[in-house]
T-cell receptor, first 118, second 111 residues
Framework: DTEVTQTPKHLVMGMTNKKSLKCEQH?????MYWYKQKAKKPPELMFV???????INESVPSRFSPECPNSSLLNLHLHALQPEDSALYLC?????????????????FGQGTRLTVV | DQQVKQNSPSLSVQEGRISILNCDYT??????FLWYKKYPAEGPTFLIS?????DKNEDGRFTVFLNKSAKHLSLHIVPSQPGDSAVYFC??????????FGAGTRLTVKP
């Protein structure tokens, strides 16, 4: 199973709403990531979790709040978003650096959640 | 500050010919490089990678070349097939986590 599953696939939310994006993997990966991708732009790293602990926050606004409740799940809680936050949000996972000595660092991506903020 | 650059937004090649996609990087701390392929409405799919201790890695029709002194890598696809038409992203990582992506190159392989 090399699948990363993201739900929902599409989400429309108002600027006052609170919603959550979910990501799940069962590959035993202990590093998980959130990326944001705007149209015709590359994916931009937002957060990195290593062994369920936040290790990188790329200066993301606090209206995005990540959570890693266990080794298979990664959530992204959304609150008071702006229309410019509309994008494709991608979750990815990989083996953790400590587990594999820098080999096989490729990350597997989910299909993404297409978020529209109205 | 774009640390990974793909200067060609698009590339068109004839089926059966070679496709060469290029990527440059600025961060000398990067030590692992990857190529991802992306179709519309899907997440990126891993294609091939190379560690900085190597200068070439081959997997079937795909070969990645790394020139550390020039901070340049390239992806060769031989022979190119229409199904290879997609956006190709170059990515790089260092000992900390998380990949940085280039802007992507849209490859079109014409039958």
């Amino acid at each position: 199973d090399t699948e990363v599953t993201q739900t929902p696939k599409h989400l429309v939310m108002g600027m006052t709403n609170k919603k959550s994006l979910k990501c799940e993997q069962h590959m035993g990966h202990r590093a998980m990531y959130w990326y944001k991708q705007k149209a015709k732009k590359p994916p931009e790293l937002m957060f990195v979790y290593s062994y369920e602990k936040l290790s990188i926050n790329e200066s993301v606004p606090s209206r995005f709040s990540p959570e890693c409740p266990n080794s298979s799940l990664l959530n992204l809680h959304l609150h008071a978003l702006q229309p410019e936050d509309s994008a494709l949000y991608l979750c990815a996972s990989s083996q953790d650096l400590r587990d594999r000595g820098r080999r096989d660092t490729e990350a597997f991506f989910g299909q993404g959640t297409r978020l529209t903020v109205v | 500050d774009q640390q990974v650059k793909q200067n060609s937004p698009s590339l068109s090649v004839q089926e059966g010919r070679i496709s060469i996609l290029n990527c440059d990087y600025t961060n000398s701390m990067f030590d692992y490089f990857l190529w991802y392929k992306k179709y519309p409405a899907e997440g990126p799919t891993f294609l091939i990678s190379i560690s900085s201790i190597k200068d070439k890695n081959e997997d079937g029709r795909f070969t990645v070349f790394l020139n550390k002194s020039a901070k340049h890598l390239s992806l060769h696809i031989v022979p190119s097939q229409p199904g290879d038409s997609a956006v190709y992203f170059c990515a790089a990582s260092e000992r900390t986590y998380g990949m940085r992506f280039g802007a992507g190159t849209r490859l079109t392989v014409k039958p």
